[in-house]
């Protein structure tokens, strides 16, 4: 199994980045993904989670409204688009593998995280 993020950067607040996280080493469409962050002082924080088949989606509520999680079944990639971003959304994003279709299962595997900073 393999986890790759990438679209790390600087933006300033209110600006936008996308991220991605390729996948490879198992069936992408058979498991839920969850983007998760690690963030300075406050160690590691959820933030949106999507079951293999879209029809379930959360978001941490500092990510509702601002952030869009998405995947590409047919690409074996997940995305994270951020919007109106805070310098609080600092931090290392990981994306990570449900071990089903269901966030309700434990994650499994997760990638090297991507790091997003947020300055002025």
């Known amino acids: 199994v393999q986890l790759v993020e990438s679209g790390a950067g600087f933006a300033h607040p209110v600006g936008s980045l996308r991220l991605s996280c390729a996948a490879s080493g198992f069936t992408f469409v058979n498991h839920a993904k969850t983007w998760v962050r690690q963030v300075s002082g406050k160690g590691s924080e959820w933030v949106s989670g999507?079951?293999?088949?879209?029809?379930?989606?959360y978001y941490t509520g500092a990510a509702k409204g601002r952030f869009t999680i998405s995947r590409d079944n047919a690409k074996n990639t997940l995305y994270l688009e951020m919007n109106s971003l805070k310098p609080e959304d600092t931090g290392l994003y990981y994306c990570?593998?449900?071990?089903?279709?269901?966030?309700?299962?434990?994650?499994?595997?997760w990638g090297k995280g991507t790091l997003v900073t947020i300055s002025s």
């Open positions: 999507i079951s293999s088949d879209v029809r379930v989606i």
């Open positions: 990570a593998k449900h071990l089903t279709n269901s966030m309700a299962s434990g994650m499994d595997s």
